[in-house]
């Protein structure tokens, strides 16, 4: 897991796999894990409503597009923000800590 933005409104974390070296082989279930293509997603944090909202497949593969953008354009906060807060509609899950 990676921060890649923080603000008063928002968080952005890149949720990757991490990759089972220590799993003992041989074991039926850690096989069939091995042969799944692992996922990465990014998890949009809008504090403001505390509600979060997780990307992944062609979502994650779009707000990768977005963050390689502002990495090329290097935007305003208030730039990013208006991009997360138009993620952060789709946001219907509350924020847990767990």
Known sequence: MQM???SESFAVLHLRP???ADAPAGN????AHAHQL???G???VDKRSGKEVYLDGSWAEMFQKQILAWQQDAP?????EDILDQYAGLAQQPVIIH
């Open 76 to 80: 305003t906060e208030e730039e990013v």
């Open 4 to 6: 890649l933005y923080d």
């Open 28 to 31: 039926a279930e850690t096989e």
């Open 18 to 20: 991490d990759m089972e």
């Open 38 to 40: 692992p996922r990465h």
């Open 42 to 44: 990014f998890e949009i």
